[in-house]
C-alpha cells in the first residue's frame, strides 16, 4: 500500500481509494511500454506491411497518431521525449547491446575506414553544413525570424550530421546488406558519438560567450577536448570491462546476480563518463566490446543466457519507445516553428554533403584498404546515414535563451529526422535489392572454415614476420600472444582459461547442433514403438515428435523441463547413488510435481526435475546406442581409461533419498550397469559442474554373459555391488546394443546387428546436449536472431564444456535373465574419463550417416515400461 | 633445398598479393597470376600436405591442428576435430581432403582479404 496523502475522508474508512497521483508516474511509464510493445505486436501481423516498412517508420506514425489523440484531448501535448530520459534510460541499454553484440573481429579488421569516417566525416559534415546554411541565411532566403549567426548555425549542424546508431540498427537490421558494409556505417555511428559530443559543447559555448569574445585558444581548447573526451571516454570503458571481467571471475558462488553485474558496470561506465563530460557512448560500446570475452567465459551458461535475452528486450523496447515518443513529441506545435528555407535547406545540403564526404573519403581510404569500397558500397553508406533521437535530443536541449533560433531547429530537426528514418528507411531495401548490393549470408558455421580461417592468420602472421613488415597480422598476433599470457590468465577463471580453444568451440557447438537434429529426425520413428503405458496417453500419435516437443508436454504431469538442467553433483557414495539410480529410473512415478523454490538466492534444481532429466538421459541414450554401427573406432582406448579418480566422480542424484527406497524393487531382475556420467570441469572443483550439467547416470541394461566380463573396469571405476536392475523386457530400444556409455572409447563391442550407423559423436554431443539449456528447449530454427551476424550469438551459445564421464559400475553380482538376447548388450566399458573434458570419439569417417531410423522414443515410454514389469 | 633465392621469395611473397579487380579482366589467356584465389588456396594447401601428395590426410591435419590449438586439448580431442574436419569436406570418401574439396569447403570464405597483404604500398 502506497503511502496516502491528503485528510482522511470524512465518510470514514473507505474500503477503496483512488490513490492515481501516488502510483501516477510509474504508471504511465508501464503505460507507454505497453502501448508501444502492444503495438510492436500488430505491426508483425501483418508480414506484407513488415517486409516493406521498417519497424521504425511505423513507430513514428504510431506516435504521431497517439501524440495527436492526446493533443485534442489534453488540448496540450504531455508527453515528451525528454532528453534527460533519453539521455540517462533510453540510450544506454542500445549502445550497450550494440557493444557487447558487437563482432569484434571485423570491427577491428575495419577500424581505419570506422575511425576515418566517424571522425572526419563527422567534422566534414557538420561544418560544411553549418557553413552553407548560414551562407544560406545570409543570402536572406530564411525567415528574417531566424536569429541566428555563425556559430549557431555551426552548432546546428554539428547535431544535425551525426549518424545515429538507434536509426542506423533499426533500418540495418531489416535490410541485411553484407558485414563489411554493415559494420562500416554501424561503427562510424557509434563512434562518431565523440566528435559529436565535442562539437556541441564546444559550439555551445561559443554561442554562450557570444561570437566576439572567443579567442584563439578557444579553438585549440576544442581540439583539445575532442582528443580527450574520444580518449578517455575510450578509457572509461576499457577500465569498467577490465572491472567487469575481474569481478565476473569471482561470482562462482553467486550464480544468481552474475547478469547484474554485467548491466550495472556498463551502466556505471555510462554514468561515469556522462559525469566527466565524455563521450559516454564510446565508454559503453568498449565496456561491452572488451569484456564480452572474458565475461562469457567466466559466467555460467544460464546467465550468459540471461544476459544475452535481458540485454535484447531492453534495447528493443528502448528503440520502440524512442521511436513512437519521437513521433509523440513532433505534434507539440508549440515547440517549433516552421521555416521552409532552413528545413529544405538543410535536407539537401546533409544529403549532399554526406554524399560528397563518403566519396572523398573513400577515395582516399581505397588506397589504404586491402578490399577497397565500390561505388555500389558508396552509395550505400551515403545513403544509410541517418538521424535519428540522438539529434532530436540534442537539439531539444538547447538553451533557448543563448540560441534564439531553437523553434526554428527543433522544427528542422523533426523533419529530417523523419524523412531520413521514414523516406530513407522505406527506400532503403528497394535500393539495395537494385543496386545488387551483396548480401550478408549467414550460413552455418563449418569446422573447416574455422580451422582454415586460423590457419591463414597464423600464415599470414609468419608472412609478415618474414617480410619484416609490421602489419595489422603482425599486431594482431602480438595481441594475441599478450591476451593469452596475461590478460586472460587474469580476467578469466581457472576453468575456463584452461579450455578456451575457438576451434574447439566450434566443434563442440556443431556437435550439439548434430545431436539435436538427429534426435529431432529419431523422434519421429521411435514413435512406432507401441508401447502401452500404464497411464499416459498413447503415443502413437505423435509421429511428430522431436524431442523439443516431449520437452514441452508436460502429460502425466511430470516435465522433463531441460532448462533447469543444473546438477551439483558431489562426492557421495557411489552405491547409494548407483541405488538410486536405479530405482528412480526405473519406477514409474506418476503425478510428479515440481516443489516450488523458494529461495530467492539460489535456483537450485530441485531433484525431481534431476532425477526427471537423469532418466530422459539414459533413456535417450539408450535409445541412440541402440543403432550404433558395429565397428566402432577404439582408437582412442587408452585416453578414455582415465578414471575419475581424480576427484570427480560425481554421483548423480544422492539428491533426495527420499522415500524412493521403500518400493519394493525385485531385486532378482538382472543386473544392469550403471554407467555414471559426470562431466566434470576439473578435477579440483566440484562446484564448478554446474557448468558442465551434463550428467545423467546412464544405465546400461543388460549385461549378457559373453558380455560381462568386467571389462576391467579400471581402477578407479568403483564398482558398484549394489543390485541393478534391469529391465525386465527388452524393448525395442533395448534389443540392441551396446551400450556405450559415453565415448566408450574403451571397449565397445558393439551388436552385429546394428545396421544403422550413428556416428560416435552422436552420443556424446546427445549428452553435452542434454546439458545445453536452451540449445534443446529452443527449436533448432532459430538460428538466425536478430542480429545475427555471423560470429555474434550462435544459435546454441557456448555450452558448458561438459565432459561426460561414464563411470562404469559394474555389478558383477547378479544373473542375468536368460530372455537377454545373446547377441545382447556388449558391456560397455567406457571407463570414465578422467579430467577429461570433453571425451570426444573421433568419428568414424567412413561411415556415413545412414537413414537416421532412430528410435527414440520419448523416454518415459521405457521407463513406464519397465515399470510395468516390475 | 636449404636455401631460398630472391625469385623463390618473391613468388612465395607474390602469392599475398591483394587481389585488384582490373586484372580480373586483363590476363585471361595468360597464366593464372599468383595471387588469384585459387593460387592462393593451393599455398595454403600445400602448407598443409607435407607430404606432397596432393591429400590432406588426417595426420596432416592432425599436425597442423596440433600447432594451431591450444595445449589443453587433447589429442584425442585433436583427432576428433580432424575427423570431423575430414568428414565435413570429403565428398569422394577417402578419408582426405583434396584440392578440390578444400576449394569447395572454402567458397564461403572471403579468401581474397584472408590471405592478402598489403606491403609496399
Known sequence: ?870 | EDQVNFRGFMRTLAHFRPIEDNEKSKDHNGPEPLNSRSNKLHFAFRLYDLDKDDKISRDELLQVLRMMVGVNISDEQLGSIADRTIQEADQDGDSAISFAEFVKVLEKVDVEQKMSIRFLH
Open chain 1, 1 to 870: 500500500p502506497v503511502a496516502t496523502s491528503g485528510p482522511p475522508s470524512p465518510a470514514g474508512a473507505e474500503l477503496l481509494r483512488w490513490q492515481w497521483r501516488e502510483v501516477q508516474a510509474p504508471c504511465l511509464v508501464a503505460a507507454w511500454i505497453l502501448v508501444a510493445s502492444l503495438a510492436k505486436i500488430v505491426f508483425h501481423l501483418s508480414r506484407k506491411v513488415t517486409s516493406v516498412v521498417p519497424e521504425s517508420c511505423l513507430l513514428i506514425l504510431l506516435g504521431l497518431g497517439l501524440g495527436g489523440i492526446v493533443l485534442a484531448v489534453a488540448k496540450k501535448a504531455e508527453y515528451q521525449l525528454e532528453p534527460n530520459m533519453f539521455f540517462l534510460f533510453l540510450l544506454p541499454p542500445i549502445v550497450l547491446d550494440s557493444g557487447y553484440f558487437m563482432p569484434s573481429r571485423l570491427f577491428f579488421d575495419n577500424i581505419g575506414a570506422i575511425l576515418t569516417y566517424a571522425v572526419v566525416g563527422t567534422l566534414w559534415n557538420s561544418f560544411a553544413t553549418g557553413i552553407a546554411l548560414w551562407g544560406l541565411h545570409r543570402a536572406g532566403l530564411m525567415d528574417p525570424g531566424v536569429e541566428a549567426g555563425l556559430m549557431d548555425f555551426l552548432l546546428f549542424g554539428s547535431l544535425i550530421s551525426a549518424v545515429d546508431p538507434v536509426a542506423v540498427l533499426a533500418v540495418f537490421e531489416e535490410v541485411h546488406v553484407n558485414e563489411t558494409l554493415f559494420i562500416i556505417v554501424f561503427g562510424e555511428s557509434l563512434l562518431n558519438d565523440a566528435v559529436t559530443v565535442v562539437l556541441y559543447k564546444v559550439f555551445n559555448s561559443f554561442v554562450e560567450l557570444g561570437p566576439a569574445h572567443i579567442r584563439a585558444t578557444d579553438y585549440v581548447k576544442g581540439v583539445a577536448s575532442f582528443f580527450l573526451v574520444s580518449l578517455g571516454g575510450t578509457a572509461v570503458g576499457l577500465l569498467f570491462a577490465f572491472l567487469l571481467a575481474l569481478i565476473t571471475r569471482f561470482t562462482k558462488r553467486v550464480r544468481i546476480i552474475e547478469p547484474l553485474f554485467i548491466f550495472l558496470l556498463a551502466y556505471v561506465a555510462y554514468l561515469a563518463a556522462e559525469m566527466v563530460s565524455l563521450s559516454s557512448i564510446l565508454a559503453v560500446t568498449f565496456c561491452g566490446i572488451c569484456c564480452k570475452k572474458y565475461v562469457e567465459a567466466n559466467i555460467s551458461q544460464k546467465s550468459r543466457t540471461t544476459v544475452k535475452y535481458t540485454m535484447k528486450t531492453l534495447a528493443s523496447s528502448s528503440e520502440t519507445i524512442i521511436f513512437m515518443f519521437l513521433g509523440i513529441s513532433a505534434v507539440d506545435t508549440s515547440k517549433w516553428t516552421w521555416d521552409t528555407a532552413l528545413v529544405l535547406g538543410t535536407l539537401f545540403f546533409i544529403l549532399l554533403f554526406r554524399a560528397v564526404g563518403v566519396v572523398l573519403q573513400t577515395c582516399v581510404l581505397n588506397h589504404f584498404r586491402l578490399i577497397p569500397l565500390d561505388r555500389i558500397d558508396q552509395v550505400v553508406m551515403s545513403y544509410g546515414g541517418l538521424r535519428g533521437a540522438v539529434a532530436f535530443a540534442l537539439v531539444i536541449l538547447l538553451d533557448r535563451e543563448k540560441v534564439k533560433a531553437k523553434d526554428y531547429f527543433v522544427a528542422t530537426t523533426i523533419v529530417v529526422v523523419f524523412f531520413t528514418v521514414i523516406v530513407q528507411g522505406l527506400t532503403i531495401k528497394p535500393l539495395v535489392t537494385w543496386l545488387k548490393v551483396k548480401r550478408s549470408d549467414h550460413h552455418k558455421p563449418t569446422l573447416n572454415e574455422e580451422l582454415h580461417e586460423h590457419a591463414f592468420d597464423h600464415i599470414l602472421a609468419a608472412v609478415e614476420d618474414i617480410v619484416g613488415h609490421h602489419g595489422y597480422h603482425y599486431w594482431r598476433d602480438k595481441w594475441e600472444q599478450f591476451d593469452k599470457k596475461y590478460l586472460s590468465q587474469l580476467l578469466m577463471r581457472k576453468s575456463a582459461y584452461r579450455l578456451r580453444d575457438e576451434i574447439w568451440d566450434v566443434y563442440y557447438k556443431l556437435n550439439i547442433r548434430d545431436a539435436i537434429s538427429f534426435v529431432d529426425q529419431g523422434g519421429r520413428v521411435l514413435s512406432a514403438a507401441k508401447l502401452a503405458l500404464p497411464s499416459m496417453p498413447s503415443r502413437t500419435s505423435m509421429s511428430e515428435s522431436s524431442v523439443t516437443n516431449l520437452l514441452r508436454e508436460s502429460g502425466s504431469g511430470a516435465c522433463l523441463d531441460l532448462q533447469v538442467i543444473d546438477t551439483v553433483r558431489s562426492r557421495r557414495d557411489k552405491e547409494d547413488a548407483a541405488m538410486h539410480h536405479v530405482l528412480r529410473g526405473s519406477l514409474y512415478k506418476p503425478r510428479r510435481r515440481y516443489k516450488a523454490s523458494y529461495s530467492r538466492h539460489f535456483i537450485s534444481p530441485d531433484n525431481q526435475e534431476r532425477q526427471d532429466k537423469e532418466i530422459f538421459r539414459q533413456n535417450m541414450k539408450r535409445r541412440l546406442e541402440t543403432f550404433k554401427s558395429t565397428k566402432h573406432n577404439v582408437c582412442s582406448s587408452k585416453s578414455k581409461a582415465r578414471l575419475k579418480e581424480k576427484g570427480k566422480k560425481k554421483a548423480m542424484s544422492n539428491k533426495a533419498p527420499n522415500g524412493k527406497m521403500h518400493r519394493n524393487v525385485p531385486w532378482q531382475e538382472a543386473a544392469s550397469v550403471l554407467v555414471m556420467v559426470s562431466s566434470e570441469e576439473e578435477e579440483s572443483d566440484s562446484s564448478e559442474t554446474e557448468k558442465e550439467d551434463d550428467e545423467g547416470i546412464v544405465f546400461i541394461a543388460r549385461a549378457t554373459d559373453e558380455v560381462l566380463q568386467e571389462k576391467a573396469t579400471p581402477g578407479s571405476l568403483d564398482v558398484c555391488p549394489s543390485p541393478c536392475i534391469i529391465p525386465p523386457s527388452p524393448t525395442l530400444a533395448e534389443k540392441e546394443l551396446p551400450w556405450k556409455g559415453d565415448q566408450a572409447d574403451l571397449a565397445v563391442y558393439v551388436s552385429s546387428e546394428t545396421t544403422k550407423i550413428v556416428p560416435v559423436d552422436m552420443q556424446k554431443a546427445w549428452n553435452q546436449s542434454i546439458s545445453s539449456l536452451e540449445s534443446i528447449a529452443s527449436p533448432p530454427g532459430v538460428e538466425s536472431g536478430p542480429q545475427h551476424r555471423r560470429f555474434a550469438c550462435p544459435v546454441l551459445e557456448e555450452q558448458p564444456q561438459s565432459a561426460s564421464q561414464v563411470t562404469l559400475e559394474h555389478s558383477s553380482c547378479f544373473q542375468f535373465p536368460s530372455h537377454v538376447p545373446a547377441s545382447g548388450r556388449s558391456q560397455s566399458d567406457s571407463s570414465p574419463d578422467g579430467a577429461e573434458q570433453q571425451e570426444l570419439q573421433p568419428l568414424m569417417a567412413t561411415e556415413e550417416q545412414q537413414g537416421r531410423v532412430l528410435p527414440t522414443t520419448e523416454p518415459r515410454w521405457l521407463m513406464f515400461n519397465r515399470a510395468s514389469h516390475l
